[in-house]
């Protein structure tokens, strides 16, 4: 893409109302921008991220087993009632009247809706284990929205519910869930800790946030070393095999969010060399909530004794937009984003030092055809603006790497490379640079 023919509308100054990292960021790089409280337009280069990211948790989803569907965003407040949620949600939940006076709400989430689905097509327990995702707009009337896309009220959320015969069955969806979180949120160069968690306005016993540690997280936490430096599954993960293993090795390590901290238990069981305390960002959360919605709305199965038994479920979500936030606040410095490359809007900025000279000119045109023709996704910047700015603005939005070009390089056949998560430069031969980004 040549930024000459790209809507890339980055602001010099810090807008006032941006309390946090991420969300001046955002506003300056162009990613979003603000047309209500809680409420953004996603931009070009917001969007390219927000589809990488939201292309990651459907890959992971899928490996897993997750079937994917898309509900609606408005939905009949029957269903709600059905289930005892539509008093008991509370004022953050969106309510509206059709032409026809019927009740309507804008979803916060979709367990009922879901369930509802579900009720009206599985009747037998040969057709379980089953799990349905869909990636949504959602609307949650917050009564302090801030720090940006961190806490809005329209956001884009993954949620997956699954269906079960009985506990065992849905503690095996669960760690499915578990192991697929921690390799989703791995594969965007995020490091996240699962720890113990309320269950809220979802309901049920057993829950963990999945939460991604950083300087200017929302909330404390406390956790055993051990935890960060664990690695995460492998892509040779076999979901359909026994994935207990893998979540016990974790759940013994004490981590816990500051609602549930118990810090006698922390003292107690993690040595004192070992004990972390840091703030930290959830970006998603995974629950079972047993019958808490199969109950009310009877969505039963027939199982194999012909009995008619009420489904196990669980809920498992991740904060597709909340994570662009969530991956600025722990992946920046001084000068602006510094993306992960599996997340990144661009892979590849090429900066043009001199548009208009022949020279520069036809070496930036080779470079652009041929990273392209390698699949490579570049940001040309073709434009007339001095140096300065161009660095400035490539540094701001974060892409990875920097191809600068410029006729003091060029007369010794040469270019420079920046890698933007270090700063790290070097100058090398325009056809080295070539095969480099492009494998040939």
């Known amino acids: ?38 409420i953004y337009a996603w931009l070009p280069l917001g969007i390219r991220v927000l589809q990488k990211i939201e292309q990651i948790v459907r890959e992971e989803m899928n490996r897993a087993g ?6 609606p965003t408005l939905q009949p407040s029957e269903l709600w009632k059905e289930t005892g949620r539509y008093d008991a949600y509370g004022p953050e939940m969106l309510r509206i009247k059709d032409r026809h006076d019927r009740e309507m709400l804008y979803g916060p ?27 949504q707009w959602k609307f949650r009337d917050e009564v302090r929205p801030r720090f940006g896309v961190m806490r809005g009220r329209e956001f884009l959320m993954k949620d997956a519910y699954s269906f079960d015969l009985d506990k065992e069955g849905a503690r095996r969806s669960y760690n499915k ?3 697929a979180y921690l390799r989703t949120f791995a594969r965007m160069g995020l490091k996240t800790i699962p720890m113990r968690a309320e269950t809220g306005p979802i309901g049920g016993d057993l829950s963990h ?71 930290g960002i959830e970006v ?18 027939t199982g194999p004794d012909g009995k008619d038994v009420p ?22 410095d001084d000068a602006g ?29 080779k470079l652009y055809a041929a990273l392209t023709r390698a699949g490579r996704d570049v940001l040309y910047d073709d434009t007339n603006e001095r140096p300065g700015a161009k660095f400035a603005t490539m540094d701001l939005i974060g892409i990875p790497v920097q191809i600068v070009v410029g006729p003091r390089g060029l007369a010794n056949g040469a270019v420079e490379v920046k890698t933007r998560a270090t700063g790290a430069k070097e100058e090398i031969n325009l056809d080295a640079a070539l095969n480099r980004f492009t494998g040939s």
């Open 1 to 38: 893409m040549r930024l000459s023919r790209f809507f890339l509308p980055v602001l010099k100054e810090t807008p006032a109302e941006a309390q946090i990292v991420s969300h001046r960021l955002m506003l300056r790089a162009g990613l979003v921008r603000q047309e209500a409280a809680g």
């Open 66 to 71: 997750a079937i994917e569907i898309l509900m």
């Open 109 to 135: 989430t979709n367990e009922d809706m879901v369930t509802d689905i579900f009720r009206s097509y599985v009747r037998s327990y040969k057709s379980l284990p089953l799990n349905l995702y869909h990636i």
């Open 177 to 179: 869930m578990y192991v």
């Open 209 to 279: 946030e999945f939460i991604v540690l950083a300087e200017t997280g929302e909330s404390q936490v406390f956790l055993h070393q051990d935890l960060i430096d664990m690695p995460v599954p492998g892509e040779d993960v076999d979901f359909d095999s026994d994935l207990s293993p893998i979540v016990a090795e974790r759940t013994a390590l004490y981590a816990a969010t500051s609602d549930v901290h118990d810090q006698v238990r922390f003292e107690a069981e993690v040595p004192e060399n070992k004990r972390v305390t840091a703030r």
């Open 284 to 301: 998603g959360q995974v629950f079972y909530f047993g019958s808490k919605y199969s109950m009310p709305m009877k969505a039963v199965v």
């Open 311 to 332: 489904v196990e479920g669980g809920s498992y979500g991740i904060g597709v937009s909340r994570l662009v936030g969530a991956i600025i606040e722990a992946s920046h």
């Open 337 to 365: 984003i510094v993306w992960p490359a599996p997340v990144a809007p661009f892979d590849i900025a090429l900066i043009n030092l001199k548009a208009g000279d022949a020279a520069t000119d036809a070496a930036c045109d």
